[in-house]
């Protein structure tokens, strides 16, 4: 065998090992941490500790199903357009303070939402909306607003980077 041949037999045997072996695994990139979800509400009477809900899914569970709401916790809807927003207790088990808020923190609406009765059909339970375009909504168990000072026109304490997470919000 010549030079050349045995350079192209090697030729193919190189080729064929590489295109019978199996493709070889992308090695993953390092899990990043977990963003911090929670967001911080600093109120007049103190701060709450909120779970967010910033996607479809998640803002229609909303508290709905929860047995208890403890003191000093709660939840914050977003949304990266502002629209006037209304809110029912479908599935809730407790009362509800809501809170409709401007980007910078200040209070449009309070109001309190009860339970539904079981059974309660979705044509007749209530809806509370807000009396403008809001991208902000804050929940706490009923009777909490008015502890932390929650009242229409107070300024409350948002996180500094609630401008990215509205950003980042489903409209």
Known sequence: MNRRTLLAVLFAAVCVAACSAPPAKPVP????PAPDTRFVVGCP?????????????SRAAGLSARSAVPPGSGMVFLYSE???RGFWMKGCLVALDIAYLRDDGTVVDVGRMEAPASGTDDDALPRFRSSEPVRIVFEVAAGEAAKLGVVRGVKLRLPNDVA???ADADP
Request: glycine share 8%; hydrophobic share 40%.
């Open 29 to 32: 990139p390092a899990p990043s």
């Open 45 to 57: 009477g103190g701060d709450v500790v909120c779970e967010t809900a910033t996607r479809f899914e």
């Open 82 to 84: 502002a629209d006037v």
């Open 164 to 166: 990215a997470r509205l």
